[in-house]
């Protein structure tokens, strides 16, 4: 089994920014791609960016601009980078790991909650 740990949240003014980052216990990365989601309180989970294993990149509309999504295949990591963070972007933000050729597997982090308020 692979833990994936998200790092990086906290609160943060409107316009401001936060560096999110995704660690995984074993090295898998390089085989996997790598999705940012993120769930508002009564709301759905929802795809933010994503990253392939060939490093095509991603973007929900409401984040394009704004968000970078990186990815570090050497150490296992992965990172959100979020710019001029709005009060709707806060929400718990979830790091997802995946493969679906064979061997499959689709991990996902506990999470990390950014919260913009003034």
């Known amino acids: 089994q692979v833990q994936l740990v998200e790092s990086g949240g906290g609160l943060v003014q409107p316009g401001g920014s936060l560096r999110l980052s995704c660690a995984a216990s074993?090295?898998?990365?390089?085989?996997?791609?790598i999705v940012w989601y993120r769930q508002a309180p009564g709301k759905q989970r929802e795809l933010v960016a994503g990253?392939?294993?060939?490093?095509?990149?991603y973007y929900a509309d409401f984040v394009k601009g704004r968000f970078t999504i990186s990815r570090d295949d050497a150490n296992d990591t992965a990172d959100l980078q979020m710019n001029s963070l709005k009060p709707e972007d806060t929400a718990v933000y979830y790091c997802?790991?995946?493969?679906?050729?064979?061997?499959?597997?689709?991990?996902w982090g506990q999470g990390t909650q950014v919260t913009v308020s003034s």
């Open positions: 997802n790991v995946h493969r679906s050729r064979d061997p499959p597997f689709d991990y």
């Open positions: 074993r090295n898998i990365f390089d085989i996997a791609a």
């Open positions: 990253i392939t294993t060939g490093d095509y990149t």
